[in-house]
């Protein structure tokens, strides 16, 4: 089995699915964007989000982070070699 890279799961996430992660990332309201809680419910699956507890709302994990820098196409989003 292939290993994954942010690159080959960016490249299989639908336009919703890389929408949300866009409203998250920017801290965008989601809802106002029409996105539904069954694509917030997916990308949690995917393990690209986590519901923070203690705001009530969607945060980006570290592998979503990750994806989100190679939908910009940013290879290297930390800037270092």
Not at 32 to 37: I, W
Not at 39 to 49: F, I
């Amino acid at each position: 089995m292939a290993e994954w890279t942010p690159e080959s799961v960016a490249a299989r996430l639908d336009i919703d699915e890389r929408l949300l992660l866009y409203c998250v990332a920017s801290g965008a309201d989601y809802v106002r964007a029409g996105m539904s809680d069954t694509v917030a419910r997916t990308m949690v699956a995917k393990d690209l989000l986590i519901l923070d507890r203690k705001t009530a709302r969607l945060v980006l994990t570290a592998r979503g982070q990750k994806i989100v820098h190679a939908l910009l196409g940013e290879s290297n989003p930390t800037g270092t070699s």
